[in-house]
């Protein structure tokens, strides 16, 4: 159960993220919402993930309203690492090789920080079958195999936000339905940790937790002696 200290500071958090919402300040309400999953992540309370959950899909889906906004917004390839002082323009990136998907996730924590409404994806060499390799780093890695742009140097908009959604896909199906549903939890946090921009994933999180509530009514943890601890990851996303 949690702490009433911890209830009370996850609770505030909440508060603090849907005024930021009615505030239209996007970044700040997904900064408090991030942060309050994380913490009833962290104290099993799966009630409070999923409220933490609806500021954190709504400012998310609004940054990428604003991500492709722009009157002519085009995909931005990227092969060189930006240097730390280069100023990030909003929009859609793709990173290809010889960056990987570690530097994409740089990118975008950067964009993050520094308020800039982005989307940032990191495609592999093309597969022997012509396929394109999508890739998302995070807690967990994830990979998505999908039909390559007609124009690989100049991808569109439309291709890049396809791509979006068939890694988000694809980021669902790496949960293992035969585990119970606190472990779908704990492996749906690190996906979102790698795939944020993907709004199935965190309706997908929100109803994991409430069938763990459900688990967790039914079996509490001092009912099942020989079950192993959960092991908590909080997110870093």
């Known amino acids: 159960m949690t ?8 609770d505030e958090l909440l508060q603090k993220a849907q005024a930021a919402l009615k505030a239209t300040k996007w970044f700040e309400c997904e900064r408090l919402g991030q942060r309050a999953l994380e913490l009833a992540h962290n104290a ?3 009630g409070r993930m999923r409220k933490s959950v609806l500021p954190l899909q709504e400012s998310r889906r609004q940054r990428m309203q604003l991500a492709t906004a722009l009157r002519g917004t085009k995909v ?4 060189e690492p930006l240097e ?4 990030l323009p909003q929009g859609m990136f793709m990173l290809q090789p010889p960056l990987v998907g570690a530097d994409a996730r740089r990118v975008r924590l950067r964009a993050l ?4 409404p982005s989307l940032v994806l990191c495609r ?5 079958l012509g396929l394109c390799p999508i890739v998302a780093i995070g807690l967990l890695t994830v990979r998505a195999r999908i039909d390559a742009p007609e124009k690989p140097a100049a991808p569109t908009k439309e291709w890049f936000l396809w791509a979006l959604e068939q890694l988000g896909d694809a980021a669902i199906g790496m949960i293992d339905t035969g585990i119970d549903a606190v472990r779908q939890v704990d492996t749906c946090v690190c996906l979102l940790d790698a795939v944020p921009d993907h709004e199935q994933l965190h309706t997908t999180l929100m109803s994991l937790c409430e069938q ?3 688990e967790m009514r039914e079996h509490p943890p001092e009912s099942m002696p020989d079950a ?3 092991a908590r990851q909080g997110s870093k996303g």
């Open 3 to 10: 702490s009433p200290a911890k209830a009370a500071r996850i």
């Open 44 to 46: 099993g309370d799966f």
């Open 76 to 79: 931005k390839v990227l092969t």
């Open 84 to 87: 730390e002082d280069h100023k």
């Open 113 to 116: 920080q520094r308020e800039v």
């Open 124 to 128: 592999e060499p093309p597969t022997q």
């Open 212 to 214: 763990a509530e459900v």
């Open 228 to 230: 192993p601890p959960r």
